[in-house]
């Protein structure tokens, strides 16, 4: 199956929503949008493609209703996703989706491309759990962010691998937050910092400062703490 979902915002008014596939959106209330899933996806061979667009002083947040869980299909284990995000002048974009659940087998490959204007802002997060309660976490998952200016001047190319062919060892969990129009740092501030968590060799935080405004922060461990602190 091939889902699309389209949400555009414009300062002033709701935001507009174009779907197909196996997901929907809803306006719940003014600003804040709801994705809903209409069909058991992502599959093995199936793809989510999701694009926002948020126009110049526009404001969203976008939010799911329940976890997306990554299934192994018939034919093959691998699904993808790919979310493209459009921010023009003064936008800010709230994106806090719940977790990916990678059940099973399952091959689960994500891309988010965000292209910034000057002004606008946004947090970003991701998070992900390989394996259900009481799975041995066999399935895999990478994800690749890059972000750039919309005059092309590049702001974070990153990619991650959890799983079954992870290169972390045990680490089978992400929570990482993305946000962008942050200050840089100022001159003789480290750029980028990391620690172990709680004593567990499993659990690990690292906080990447972005020289042109924004700070990348990503914990990985072995299972998603109930809550983000």
């Known amino acids: 199956m091939r889902t699309e979902l389209i949400i555009e915002a414009s300062a002033g008014r709701g935001p507009r929503v174009h779907a197909t596939g196996g997901l929907a959106a809803r306006q719940t209330r003014p600003g804040t949008v709801h994705l809903i899933g209409t069909a058991i996806t992502p599959l093995g061979g199936d793809h989510i493609d999701i694009t926002l667009r948020l126009g110049p002083g526009a404001r969203l947040a976008v939010r799911t209703v329940a976890a997306t869980v990554a299934l192994p ?10 979310w493209t995000i459009d921010l023009r002048e003064g936008a800010h974009l709230d994106l806090v989706p719940e977790p990916t659940i990678v059940a099973g087998t399952a091959e689960h490959e994500a891309l988010t491309t965000i292209t910034s204007a000057p002004g606008a802002t946004a947090r970003i997060s991701e998070r992900v759990q390989i394996g259900r309660t009481g799975e041995d976490g066999q399935g895999s998952w990478r994800g690749t962010t890059t972000a ?72 990985v461990g072995e299972r998603l703490p109930a809550l983000r602190s």
């Not at 992870?166 to 740092?185: I, K, M, Q």
């Open 73 to 82: 299909g018939r034919a093959t284990s691998r699904s993808t996703s790919r």
């Open 148 to 219: 750039h200016l919309d005059d092309g001047t590049p702001l974070l190319a990153h990619a991650l691998l959890l799983g079954a062919r992870d290169t972390l060892g045990p680490a089978t969990a992400l929570d990482s937050v993305l946000e962008l129009g942050r200050r840089a740092p100022e001159q003789g501030e480290d750029n980028s910092a990391s620690s172990v968590l709680d004593g567990d060799p499993r659990a690990a935080r690292a906080e990447l400062i972005l020289p042109r405004g924004g700070v990348l922060t990503t914990w």
